[in-house]
């Protein structure tokens, strides 16, 4: 995934500074969108939001590892990076217990916040691919996911139909339905989709 797909959420009450790092964050071609409390944030944010958040620990009402709770709470994945002049031990542990990416002490250097802005928009991707992949297998039909799971542990058309009970033919119509619904070109990359699915749900 491209980052001029991917927004960086920037929550931070001192106006000089918010600016500043939009302005950075501007000139090294990152979209942003900027907010002066967690309050105005959450009123905004919405499930389609992609990218990461980069807010204050210290904001005026809830603060920055309030926010990165309640987005937890409201199932919303997105990755979180904290900067603060204010940091203790016991902040950045509950920080990075809720799966922060990172948690930069003020003054950082650009390039810190930067290679961090990258590792959670890698970790975004690979959630965003998922998720589709997750979609794609939830349009199959139950056959369809029979078929798949049996091609995913290497058997061939006749043993699939012989294990459910319909004919080769049958297999290979299905095989050919779900390659088109998952947008895969040939056997190989079905059988790829279908083990890192199945990769996924077992963790």
């Known amino acids: ?35 002066p409390d967690a309050e105005s944030f959450l009123a905004a944010c919405r499930d389609d939001w992609r ?15 309030e926010l990165q709770a309640e987005l937890h709470a409201r199932k919303n994945a997105l990755p979180f990076i904290l900067i603060t002049a204010h940091a203790d031990v016991p902040t950045v542990r509950a920080a990075f217990q809720a799966d922060a990416v990172d948690f930069l002490e003020k003054p950082f250097e ?18 965003l691919q998922q998720a589709a992949q997750r979609a794609k297998l939830a349009a199959l039909t139950e ?12 058997l061939h058309a006749k ?8 004919s080769p033919r049958t297999v290979e119509v299905h095989k050919i339905r779900i390659m088109e619904k ?22």
């Open 159 to 166: 043993e699939i139909a012989a294990l459910l009970g319909i």
């Open 143 to 154: 056959r369809e996911s029979e078929v798949l799971k049996h091609a995913a542990q290497g």
């Open 110 to 127: 650009h390039a810190q916040l930067r290679s961090a802005i990258e590792r959670a928009f890698s970790r975004e991707g690979r959630r």
């Open 51 to 65: 990218g990461c958040v980069v807010a204050d620990l210290r904001l005026p009402g809830r603060s920055g590892v």
């Open 1 to 35: 995934m491209h980052k001029d797909d991917l927004t960086v959420y920037v929550v931070e009450d001192d106006a000089s500074v918010r600016d500043s790092l939009a302005l950075m964050l501007g000139l090294a071609g990152y979209r942003t969108a900027l907010f």
């Open 182 to 203: 998952l947008g895969v070109r040939n056997i190989g990359e079905l059988v790829r989709f279908a083990v890192a699915a199945r990769s996924q749900e077992e963790r």
